[in-house]
């Protein structure tokens, strides 16, 4: 038994020990790898920093990307004592302590860069706690949120802060990390070419992600270096960011729907793929893709609906994942259709105008009369029963009287909806015709 316990005491870490990302966490904000769009010569912190006007700020983006420790070094860089707190485990009376910490520093010519993880998850009142402490000065606040500030945070805090796009570490900038691990371990990864790819391509563009997996790579004892599919036979590749009722949900529908809009198939699968694999609802992905149909191709092609509906019906039948190979033939088949929005242009300039004209009636030739108090109303009185024209067209006008006739639907040359462009201007012929 005790063999056993010193084994296990063996394989945790000595007392003493520093992770990888701890012991590589930048000095100076010089050494920060990546974010150059508000590190760089002319950008926002670089500025502020110049010219001494540091504000309040709203980190946003994904994990791993940089943003506690630019908060420690902008502490540091301003003489600002740093205090971190995280949203998810604090509450008021955690917050009221930080307060009056800070204010004791204040009054003693000392402020306060108070950072805050997850600042979203902060409620209203929460959030508003905040104010007038940014506001006489007692703290300067930096957020940090892997949600849309625009979405998750109050516009009073918004108004008092300035929002700053940090972005996914792009592969060049993870292999810059790890060849930093490297110098810091004294040891070059024992990995060849494929798989040093490999390793860069599952931190998925997180920092601490990719140190991480370096730290288990490191200690692996090897007498030759690894290839790709041993690295994936010993390391689980990270999960893709995705949360289906967040930004990333709606972030990635947008690019399913603007591929279809823009023909291009392939993009249109991949961001399918992107949201299966995700973990997203088949059934919600194919009622956006019908919608697809009667927004973006409508009576370009009247049989892209039809088809999304079987395949609608096919998945129902099959379930996943067979089921969604027919979500993928709806979407190939949509994303080269001839497109056309001119019913839904139409239809929202109906709705604008049915606002407007409110209740205005229909024209008393096109009313049923069942009564003869109706009858005697005028309902009914000189309407033209189409068929019984010799082209069954009768060029009445059927919108409120006195209301300018106007011309919603625009049909465009592309696909069946040319066909009906033709129509169109044949019946126009024939309204003109009957109006002399």
Not at 71 to 81: E, F, I, S, V
Not at 308 to 315: G, M, N, P, R
């Amino acid at each position: 038994m005790a063999d056993l316990f010193d084994a296990d005491a063996a394989a945790l870490p000595k007392a003493g020990f520093r992770p990888l990302a701890d012991r590589l966490r930048p000095s100076a904000l010089s050494e920060v790898i990546g974010q150059g769009q508000i590190l760089g010569p002319d950008a926002p912190l670089t500025v502020m920093l110049a010219s001494g006007s540091l504000g309040s700020l709203i980190f946003w983006g994904p994990p791993g990307v940089g943003k506690t420790t630019i908060a420690r070094l902008l502490a540091d860089k301003t003489d600002l004592h740093f205090v971190q707190i995280s949203a998810i485990f604090s509450g008021v009376p955690e917050l009221r302590k930080v307060f009056e910490a800070a204010k004791i520093r204040h009054r003693n010519g000392q402020g306060t860069l108070l950072f805050v993880d997850e600042i979203h998850r902060f409620n209203k009142a929460q959030q508003d706690g905040f104010l007038p402490h940014m506001e006489d000065g007692t703290i300067l606040l930096v957020g940090a949120t892997t949600e849309n500030p625009s979405f998750e945070l109050n516009a009073a805090l918004l108004s008092r802060s300035q929002v700053l796009v940090l972005e996914r570490l792009p592969l060049s900038d993870l292999e810059r990390l790890a060849q930093r691990a490297e110098q810091e371990l004294d040891r070059p990864l024992p990995l060849n070419g494929a798989a040093r790819a490999s390793l860069l391509e599952m931190a998925d563009g997180d920092g601490r992600a990719l140190l991480n997996l370096i730290e288990q790579v490191a200690a692996w004892k090897l007498d030759t270096p690894l290839d790709g599919k041993s690295l994936a036979a010993r390391l689980m590749r990270r999960a893709a960011q995705y949360d289906k009722g967040g930004d990333a949900h709606y972030n990635l529908i947008s690019a399913l729907h603007k591929s279809v809009r823009g023909s291009d198939p392939d993009a249109a699968l991949y961001w399918l793929a992107r949201m299966l694999e995700g973990g997203e609802d088949p059934r919600y992905l194919m009622r956006r893709i019908t919608r697809m149909a009667v927004e973006d191709i409508g009576l370009a092609d009247p049989q892209a609906q039809v088809i999304c509906l079987q395949s609608w019906e096919t998945y129902e039948r099959l379930g996943s994942p067979e089921g969604e190979l027919a979500l993928a033939q709806a979407l190939t088949y949509l994303a080269l259709a001839p497109k056309s929005n001119a019913t839904y242009v139409a239809y929202k300039a109906a709705r604008k105008a049915a606002k407007h004209t409110g209740s205005a009636p229909p024209p008393k030739h096109i009313l049923n009369a069942p009564t003869k108090m109706m009858q005697e109303q005028g309902y009914g009185a000189g309407y033209a029963y189409d068929h019984d024209a010799e082209d069954g067209f009768s060029g009445q006008n059927y919108f409120p009287d006195g209301m300018e006739r106007p011309r919603y639907y625009q049909p465009v040359e592309r696909g069946f909806e040319r066909d009906l462009k033709k129509r169109l201007e044949y019946f126009e012929k024939l309204r003109a015709a009957r109006k002399t």
